[in-house]
């Protein structure tokens, strides 16, 4: 335990320092670049004193680093910002204002990130259940027909962008077959059922693209897993093959697809930007893609910022699963 116990401590620690130089390099891309950065963060309809008034509050005038930190401690611990007519305090984590919205960039992500996390965490299931299955059964019927039709149609899925899938699924499932409503976002806390039904074809969506990717993945680490000598030892000894795959192969084939996995949740938190923008979900994919289009800079930043979070959080939590399945990590 104890081993564990530091194995996870050294992870956290990663984790922090990792997300530090993620802060540190936001900062510099967004606002150490040429150019008026004051202007380009309090929007195009701003007056000069107004662009000014932003100058101050984003410490302009100061060196590099006492502007970095200014920034720093507004996340960690908050700080105010001055609207023109009153001031508002910006509660930690405070990830900036919209100048153009005069809305605080946390409280907007807030409202967005249930949706993303709704889609992401319900495909994972769903691309992990198909995706994994699919890759276990494509080794253990290697060589043989049904083995090929699942290459096949894996390579389908990968070769399949997701608004294909998702165009399809619609027009077939809601249009012809009415079986499932037009996705239409309702918030799990007002109806559970209509949650899920909403998001059923998304879902899918999203998860069929994924899940190629998982199976092909899966097939390759399992049949490099059944070549190995003690899965020989186990055959020798006349340990079933169904017993093989589900007690001592499949572990041992876990570990990239632990990593994948981690990539896959991390980035499509706000990485299913035409996933969201195909069936209407209001999400951070597709507020961050308006706030690109608009040009507000304190909203990307943001946006930025919780992606590369959840990025380093998924691989973290990754680490930690490593550790679980194959104890020999934790000496690594």
Known sequence: MNGFAGFVLRRALGTVVTLFAISVVVYLVFYAT???????????????VQVHQVAQQLHLDDPLYVRYWHFLQGILVGQDYSTGTSTAHCSAPCLGLSYQTDQQVTQLILTKLPVSLSL????????LILGVGTGVLSAWRRGRLSERLLTG?????????????????????????????????????????????????PWLSLALVEAAAFARLT?????????????????????????????????GALAPVIALNANNVGSAVGGAVLTETLFGLPGIGQELVHAVNVVDLPVVVGMVLVIGFFV?????????????????????
């Open 34 to 48: 040429p150019g008026n950065v004051a202007q380009i963060t309090c929007g195009p309809r701003c007056s000069p």
């Open 120 to 127: 992401v965490l319900g495909s994972m299931v769903l691309w």
């Open 153 to 201: 149609i894996t390579l389908t899925g990968v070769a399949t962008p997701v608004f294909v899938i998702g165009l399809i699924l619609m027009i077939i499932v809601c249009g012809q077959l009415q079986l499932l409503p037009f996705p239409q976002y309702v918030k799990f806390t007002d109806d559970p059922e209509q949650w899920a039904w909403n998001l059923l074809l």
């Open 219 to 251: 097939r390759a680490s399992m049949l490099e897993t059944l070549a190995e000598d003690h899965i020989r030892t186990f055959r020798a000894y006349g340990v079933g093959e169904r017993a093989i795959i589900r007690r001592h192969a499949l572990r």
């Open 312 to 332: 380093v959080l998924a691989n973290a939590v990754a680490d930690v699963l490593y550790a679980v399945a194959d104890r020999r990590v934790v000496l690594a």
